[in-house]
Each structure stands twice: as C-alpha cells, then as structure tokens.
T-cell receptor, first 114, second 112 residues
Framework: DTEVTQTPKHLVMGMTNKKSLKCEQHMGHRAMYWYKQKAKKPPELMFVYSYEKLSINESVPSRFSPECPNSSLLNLHLHALQPEDSALYLC?????????????FGPGTRLTVT | DAKTTQPNSMESNEEEPVHLPCNHSTISGTDYIHWYRQLPSQGPEYVIHGLTSNVNNRMASLAIAEDRKSSTLILHRATLRDAAVYYCILRAGGTSYGKLTFGQGTILTVHP
C-alpha cells in the first residue's frame, strides 16, 4: 500500500472558524510533510516531521498548527485564517528525511476561506 | 537551496520520446536530482532520482551530465496520461535535510 490519504477533500471555513486537516499513511514512513499550493504555482513546503518531532517549520504563521500524534497520522489545525490562505494543502510522507528518499503525496485538501 | 531552471512548456506527440531538460549549475556534490510530476487535480507523483549515474525505472530514464550541472528526464513513449507539470528538484542534506523545494516546472502537453 503506497497510499497517503487526506481528509476532507474540500473544506470551506470562515475566518473565525477552527478546523483540522488530517493525513494518514500506513507505509511505516517516519517523515511526514505539509505543503501549500496556490493555483498554478508549485507546492511550497510548510512543515517537516521526523520521528513524530517537528524538524522544519518554514516560518509558517501561527494560525497554522501542525501535530503528529503518532507515526501514521499528521494533522494541520487551522484557526483565524485569512482569505489568502485558500489553497490546496498537500501531505506527503517518506521513509525518512534522507535526500535519496522519494516522497509520496496525498491528493490534497482544497481549502476555501470566506 | 540550489536552483533549477526548466522550460516553461513543451509539447510532444503520443508514442514519441520526450526529453525534458533541467539546468542546475549551482548543484553541490551531495545534492540528489529528483523529478516529480503533477497531473491535473492530483498531488505530485515521484518519477525518478539520481546522484551521478544515469538511472532507469519503469516510468522514465534520467540522464545526468558528467559535470552534474544539467540533467534530462526521458519518457520513452509519451502517452496522453503523461500530460502533466514536471518538476526537477535538488534535494540537499545538511541543515536543509528533508526539504523538497519545487521550481516552476515544465508543462508537458501530449498530442494524440
């Protein structure tokens, strides 16, 4: 099974709402990633978790709060977002953080902030 | 992060080979060259990677120049399903360990 699943597929939220995005993999991977992709732009790295510990935060605003409860699960908690945060949020995993390792991406959650 | 340069777009006909170029003149000795592609409305998909030697897998071949300042992704027989954005990415170790920094990519159009 080489699948990364993400829920929900679509999410619409107001600027005062709190919501969470969920990502799951059962490949035994120990590195997990969150990316943000705006329309017609390449994905941009947000966070990297390695062995359930946050190892890279690409200066992401605190209204995005990642969490890795266990090695299979990655959450992204959203609070007080702005309309410009509307984007496709992609989760990925890899065996570990090493440079030769390929990343497996999920289909993404399309977020609209109203 | 070392930067890659790719053509904005390329076109091919179905069942013909496609050569997608990538320049990475500032590559360091420990940077791996990765290729991913993103089909419409999907997450990126790993295609192939290499360090110094040419690589082949079931999806494609990767030809790496001797000085490593450029590489070429080769799709041997393009199909309509290969229409996607192709990203050439350098993955570094050190403090950037784990980062995958996407460039603008090449939009590949495949004509029937």
């Amino acid at each position: 099974d080489t699948e990364v699943t993400q829920t929900p597929k679509h999410l619409v939220m107001g600027m005062t709402n709190k919501k969470s995005l969920k990502c799951e993999q059962h490949m035994g991977h120990r590195a997990m990633y969150w990316y943000k992709q705006k329309a017609k732009k390449p994905p941009e790295l947000m966070f990297v978790y390695s062995y359930e510990k946050l190892s890279i935060n690409e200066s992401v605003p605190s209204r995005f709060s990642p969490e890795c409860p266990n090695s299979s699960l990655l959450n992204l908690h959203l609070h007080a977002l702005q309309p410009e945060d509307s984007a496709l949020y992609l989760c990925a995993s890899s065996q570990d953080r090493g440079a030769p390792r390929e990343q497996y991406f999920g289909p993404g959650t399309r977020l609209t902030v109203t | 992060d070392a930067k890659t340069t790719q053509p904005n777009s390329m076109e091919s006909n179905e069942e013909e080979p496609v050569h997608l170029p990538c320049n990475h003149s500032t590559i360091s000795g420990t940077d791996y060259i990765h290729w991913y592609r993103q089909l419409p409305s999907q997450g990126p998909e790993y295609v192939i990677h290499g360090l110094t030697s040419n690589v082949n897998n079931r999806m494609a071949s990767l030809a790496i120049a001797e000085d490593r300042k450029s590489s070429t992704l080769i799709l041997h027989r393009a199909t309509l399903r290969d229409a996607a954005v192709y990203y050439c990415i350098l993955r570094a170790g050190g403090t950037s360990y784990g980062k995958l920094t996407f460039g603008q990519g090449t939009i590949l159009t495949v004509h029937p």
